[in-house]
C-alpha cells in the first residue's frame, strides 16, 4: 500500500501546471545551444536558470564548470543535493539543459525559440530534448513538496548534445554527490504520447576505418583494366562480405540479442516504413522481429566513402578507397570485441588479396535494463497510475553514451530510462515538440515513483 496520496499528486501538478509550462517556454528562449561553445554565456545562463528552479523547491543546486579531458573549460553543469533523511534511499534525478543546433527556419512552422502550442502540442527547440525532462525533476519535486521521502541527488547535464566531453571526468571528480541507489535519466520517451515506457535498451557503437589498396599509383583503366580490379570495387565487395543473403552481419564475433526487459511489442512495418520514407519497391533487411532489427541486433552502416567524385572523373583504376564503417552492436556486448571482430575479419577476408587494413576509431558501450530491479516495477506501476494504461517498453537503437558511463561508474544503482518524447516529437529536427498532456503525466509519473521508493525502504 502506499504511503502517500495519489490523487494529491495529481491534483499538486495540475495546479501547477500552468507555472511548469511556463518555465519550458522560459528555457526553451536560451537558447542554449552548446554547439555553439560548451563553456559559452548563453551555456552559462541556461545552468543559472536551471539551477535557481531547484534552489526553489529545496534543492542545494549549484552551477560548476566542467574541464575537458585536455584540460580546457569545460561544460557547464548543474548539481546538487537535497536530503531528507539519512536512511531513506537516494535518487540522482539527471537531464540535460543543452539543446541542438537550429541550422535553418527550413522546415519550422514556428518560431523555433518561442514555445509554441498548437493543439495539444507544445513546439520549441528543446520542448521535449531535453527540457521536457527537466520539467519532469522540477514538477515532480514541486508535486511531492514536503512529502518527499527520498534524498535526491541532481545532475543536468551542460554537453550532451555534443557526446559529454568532460562528462566522466566530471562524474570521477564529483563521484560522491552522484552515488545513488536509483538514476532517474529523463531524456528519453514514451511509446505514444498516451502510452508510457521505460526504454530497455541501448545499442553500442563500434566506429573503424577500412582502407583497402591495389595499387602503388593509378594506371590507365583501358591498358590495364580486367586483370586489376578498382580500389571502389574492391572496397564495395569488402562491404559486401560483411553481409548473408539475408542482408544480416555474418561477422563472427560480433553478437546479436533479443529485445530484453518485457512488456515489448513489436514494431510495425508499415510504420518503419512511413516514419523512415522507404521506396515501396525496397524489401525490409535481415530476419525475426523488427524490434530485434532495430533495438538489439547488430547493424553496420558506411558512414563515409572516399572515391573520386563523378564530375571530373576519368579513365583510371583507382590505386585505393577508404570507407568508414559504423556498427551498432547489441546492448551487451563491448563494443571493443566489435571493432576486434571486424579488424580480423576484413584483413582476413581482402577481395583478390588486395591490402586491407582496419584503424578502429570508437567504441561506445550499449546498456540493458535490470528488468527485476525494484525501481523498474515501482517504475512501471507508477506509468500505469498516471497514465491509467499499461506501459509498452521499448528499446532504442542508437546509443546514449552516458548512461552506461553512469552504470559502469555506479554499477549497483539501479537505472531507470524515461522521458517525454514521442514518434512525433522530431528531437533534433525541425519543429521540435513535446506533447503536453504526454508530458504532465509523465511528471505524476514520476513523482509516484519516487514516492514508491521511498515507500520501499519503509516497508
Ligand atoms: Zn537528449
Known amino acids: 500500500m502506499a504511503q502517500f496520496d495519489e490523487a494529491r499528486i495529481r491534483e499538486n501538478v495540475a495546479e501547477h501546471w500552468n507555472e511548469l509550462v511556463?518555465?519550458?517556454?522560459?528555457?526553451?528562449?536560451?537558447?542554449?545551444?552548446?554547439?555553439?561553445?560548451?563553456?559559452?554565456?548563453?551555456?552559462?545562463r541556461s545552468a543559472d536558470?536551471?539551477?535557481?528552479?531547484?534552489?526553489?523547491?529545496?534543492?542545494?543546486?549549484?552551477?560548476?564548470?566542467?574541464?575537458?579531458?585536455?584540460?580546457?573549460?569545460?561544460?557547464?553543469e548543474v548539481i546538487g543535493s537535497l536530503v531528507v533523511d539519512e536512511n531513506a534511499p537516494t535518487v540522482l534525478l539527471y537531464a540535460h539543459h543543452d539543446v541542438q543546433p537550429v541550422p535553418g527556419p527550413e522546415g519550422w512552422t514556428s518560431e523555433p525559440f518561442v514555445g509554441t502550442v498548437q493543439g495539444d502540442r507544445l513546439y520549441g527547440r528543446g520542448s521535449?530534448?531535453?527540457?521536457?525532462?527537466?520539467?519532469?525533476?522540477?514538477?515532480?519535486?514541486?508535486?511531492?513538496?514536503?512529502?518527499?521521502?527520498?534524498?535526491?541527488?541532481?545532475?543536468?547535464?551542460?554537453e550532451e548534445e555534443m557526446g559529454s566531453p568532460s562528462f566522466i571526468p566530471f562524474i570521477e571528480a564529483h563521484r560522491d554527490e552522484f552515488e545513488a541507489d536509483v538514476i532517474i535519466v529523463a531524456d528519453s520517451g514514451n511509446w505514444a504520447p498516451e502510452i508510457p515506457s521505460?526504454?530497455?535498451?541501448?545499442?553500442?557503437?563500434?566506429?573503424?576505418?577500412?582502407?583497402?589498396?591495389?595499387?602503388?599509383?593509378?594506371?590507365?583503366?583501358?591498358?590495364?583494366?580486367?586483370?586489376?580490379?578498382?580500389?571502389?570495387?574492391?572496397?564495395s565487395m569488402s562491404i559486401a562480405s560483411l553481409y548473408n543473403e539475408n542482408g544480416e552481419l555474418k561477422v563472427p564475433g560480433i553478437a546479436s540479442q533479443e529485445p530484453v526487459g518485457g512488456l515489448q511489442q513489436d514494431v510495425t512495418e508499415e510504420s518503419v516504413r512511413k516514419d523512415a520514407g522507404i521506396v515501396d519497391s525496397y524489401k525490409l533487411a535481415g530476419t525475426g522481429s523488427l524490434a530485434s532489427r532495430l533495438w538489439t541486433k547488430p547493424s553496420a552502416t558506411v558512414i563515409g566513402f572516399d572515391a573520386h567524385p563523378v564530375e571530373g572523373s576519368f579513365n583510371v583504376i583507382a590505386p585505393e578507397?577508404?570507407?568508414?564503417?559504423?556498427?551498432?552492436?547489441?546492448?551487451?556486448q563491448d563494443p571493443n570485441e566489435v571493432n576486434a571482430a571486424l579488424k580480423a575479419y576484413l584483413e582476413s577476408n581482402a577481395p583478390f588479396g588486395a591490402e586491407v587494413e582496419v584503424t578502429p576509431l570508437e567504441a561506445g558501450r550499449?546498456?540493458?535494463?535490470?528488468?527485476?530491479?525494484?525501481?523498474?516495477?515501482?517504475?512501471?506501476?507508477?506509468?500505469?497510475?498516471?497514465?491509467?494504461v499499461d506501459p509498452v517498453n521499448m528499446?532504442?537503437?542508437?546509443?546514449?553514451?552516458?548512461?552506461?558511463e553512469l552504470q559502469r561508474l555506479f554499477p549497483k544503482a539501479q537505472v531507470l530510462v524515461t522521458g517525454p518524447e514521442d514518434p512525433q516529437s522530431n528531437a533534433h529536427s525541425p519543429n521540435e515538440s513535446v506533447s503536453l498532456p504526454g508530458l504532465q503525466k509523465n511528471v505524476v509519473a514520476e513523482a509516484l515513483l519516487l514516492a514508491k521508493l521511498g515507500a520501499d525502504d519503509a516497508r
Open 198 to 235: 521505460l526504454t530497455t535498451s541501448l545499442r553500442g557503437n563500434a566506429t573503424c576505418d577500412v582502407h583497402v589498396r591495389v595499387l602503388k599509383h593509378p594506371v590507365h583503366s583501358g591498358q590495364y583494366g580486367g586483370p586489376i580490379l578498382d580500389a571502389v570495387t574492391l572496397a
Open 321 to 332: 578507397a577508404t570507407y568508414r564503417l559504423s556498427v551498432r552492436t547489441a546492448p551487451e
Open 49 to 76: 536558470f536551471v539551477a535557481e528552479q531547484f534552489q526553489k523547491l529545496g534543492v542545494d543546486a549549484k552551477v560548476e564548470q566542467a574541464v575537458t579531458e585536455d584540460g580546457k573549460p569545460g561544460a557547464w
Open 395 to 404: 528499446g532504442q537503437g542508437g546509443s546514449i553514451p552516458f548512461i552506461p
Open 22 to 44: 511556463e518555465l519550458l517556454n522560459q528555457k526553451i528562449a536560451l537558447k542554449s545551444i552548446s554547439a555553439q561553445g560548451i563553456a559559452g554565456e548563453q551555456m552559462k
Open 128 to 158: 521535449c530534448d531535453d527540457g521536457g525532462g527537466i520539467i519532469m525533476h522540477v514538477g515532480a519535486l514541486q508535486a511531492l513538496g514536503k512529502e518527499l521521502n527520498v534524498n535526491i541527488k541532481l545532475f543536468i547535464e551542460g
Open 366 to 388: 550499449g546498456w540493458a535494463m535490470d528488468p527485476t530491479a525494484t525501481a523498474t516495477k515501482d517504475a512501471l506501476e507508477a506509468m500505469r497510475e498516471a497514465f491509467d
